[in-house]
């Protein structure tokens, strides 16, 4: 289970060299003047997601979604409403975790920061390592002990 994880994480790590060599198809600066130009309601962040990363391309393309999710996130830098705007609507739009999470490994986010965005037990575990087992749980060596320095009689 940690190997498909590692692996995961190796692949968006990997990524980011092929994205930097790769031309970007799009200008944050232009989106943000197109954004301006259109009397827009919503957000800035809704406005790019819809343009670059709709549910039909997440659905239908999710190795392309990944790729362009990585270069927009490089794009947009640190500013974390924008970053947990973003995540958090993928997320509810149907993109996988670990995809997200690879995304932004691959762009060079902070991985508790995707967790932050994301809010998800399943990804948090994976930034941390795995999650740890309950103390005292039975068969994790939850037994008496005892022996007090000695071999114990268990």
């Known amino acids: ?57 997440i659905s239908s393309n999710p190795a392309q979604a990944e790729q362009t999710l990585t270069s927009l996130l490089g794009q947009f830098g640190g500013d974390q409403t924008q970053l947990s705007e973003l995540l958090s609507s993928l997320s509810s739009a149907g993109m996988d975790s670990d995809s997200i999470l690879a995304s932004a490994v691959g762009a060079g986010i902070d991985p508790t ?28 060596g939850a037994g008496t002990g005892g022996g007090g320095g000695t071999a114990s009689e268990n």
Not at 128 to 139: K, T, V, W
């Open 1 to 57: 289970m940690k190997f498909k994880y590692l692996s995961i994480i190796a692949a968006g790590l990997l990524s980011v060299s092929s994205v930097q060599a790769q031309q970007t198809d799009f200008d944050l600066a232009a989106l943000q003047e197109a954004y301006n130009a259109s009397g827009q309601t919503g957000s800035f962040v809704a406005y790019v997601r819809q343009q670059l990363l709709p549910d039909s391309l």
């Open 113 to 140: 920061q995707v967790t932050a965005a994301l809010g998800d037990t399943a990804t948090a575990a994976l930034a941390a390592g795995g999650a740890a087992p309950s103390p005292g749980a039975l068969g994790l």
